[in-house]
Structure formats: C-alpha cells, structure tokens
C-alpha cells in the first residue's frame, strides 16, 4: 500500500512523537522524541526525556570544552550511540520552538551564550527508513503533538512523558495515568 501525498503531511519537523503506553519495553518506553526531520526517505528525531546520568564535562576534559562541562548527557536513540552530538533549542520571536540539530561542540558553545537557549548533548539518535514511522503511526505506537509552549522550561526526564499527554486531552490524560500492568492489580 502506498502513502498518499495527504498522510505524508500527517507529521512536520518539529513536532513531537510521543510513545504510545503500549510501548512497554526498550528505549522508546515513555520517549518523547522530537522530530527533527521528515521526508519520504524516512525520519530522523531524537529522545528528549532520557538523561544518561552523565555530564558532558565526563567525557570532554580539554579545557576548550570547560563552559559545556556540566551539560547532561541524554540518550537520542538507539542509532550510533557511541557519537556524542550537540543540540541546541529555543523560541523564536512568534514563540515557536527553533532548534539546531548535530551541532559542533564549538556551536553547543556559541548556543550556549544566548539567553533562552538551552543546550543538550546526545549519544545516539532515533531514526527510521522510508515509510517505517508512518506503518508504526499507523498502528497507533505514537501520538503526534506539537510542542507545548513550556516544552523548554519543562523537566526533560521521565515526567516529560506524562506532563506532555496530560496537556493534550482528557484521553490522554487517562493514557498517562494508566498503570503499567493494570491487570496485576
């Protein structure tokens, strides 16, 4: 079956794929990965709720990388994890969220300065070929949402999955309540 021109346009750069609860296992359990690029060649995002529990500062001792020192570490994706890329987000003037995606540490550096802007180190990347995420939409893995306003000043850990439904509607709201093993209650 082919994608008609209509679904493809379903999904835009920028916004956010937020793992549907029955995605239990791996690491896109309660991902909220945001989608940095779109075609009919596949996809490319990256999760932004799973801090590695590491600083850059851990693995960058030189002294040229000292002001990106105690900026955390969070898992992009299961793709090319052993690569620690840079990513930099904020608003534009129309309170839209802008990012640079697979920057150089020199430009995590030049981000960093600008006030509003936050910066991120990622190990690995979410990708998927032509076709994949939207045969994966379409067995309702993911729910596709803008993001929220306050996606910036929000907590980018494992509560971002939950606040991020709560703000969509009551069904999802419900969808972020759901126990994990309800039938084990």
């Given at each position: ?8 346009q ?18 896109f ?31 960058l ?46 430009d ?5 300065k600008n ?8 190990v ?17 893995s ?13 907590a ?15 069904f ?11 039938w084990?209650?």
């Amino acid at each position: 079956m082919s994608q008609s021109s209509s679904d493809s346009q379903i999904l835009k750069q920028g916004d956010l794929l937020i793992a549907d609860p029955s995605l239990r296992d791996g690491i896109f359990r309660k991902a909220v990965i945001l989608l940095a690029q779109h075609s009919a060649e596949g996809a490319f995002g990256l999760i932004l709720n799973q801090p590695a529990g590491s600083k850059v500062g851990d693995f960058l001792k030189d002294k040229s990388f000292q002001s990106l020192a105690r900026i955390p570490v969070h898992v992009g994706g299961p793709v090319a994890r052993e690569h620690l890329t840079f990513a930099a987000f904020w608003k534009s003037p129309e309170n839209e969220l802008r990012y640079a995606i697979r920057i150089s540490a020199q430009d995590a550096i030049s981000h960093s300065k600008n006030p509003g802007t936050l910066v991120r180190a990622f190990v690995g990347y979410s990708g998927w070929s032509g076709g994949q995420l939207e045969d994966e939409l379409e067995r309702s893995s993911w729910v596709v949402s803008p993001p929220p306003e306050s996606l910036l000043g929000m907590a980018h850990d494992q509560s971002l999955w939950e606040d991020t439904l709560n703000g969509l509607s009551p069904f999802h709201r419900l969808l972020a309540l759901c126990p994990e093993h309800p039938w084990m209650n």
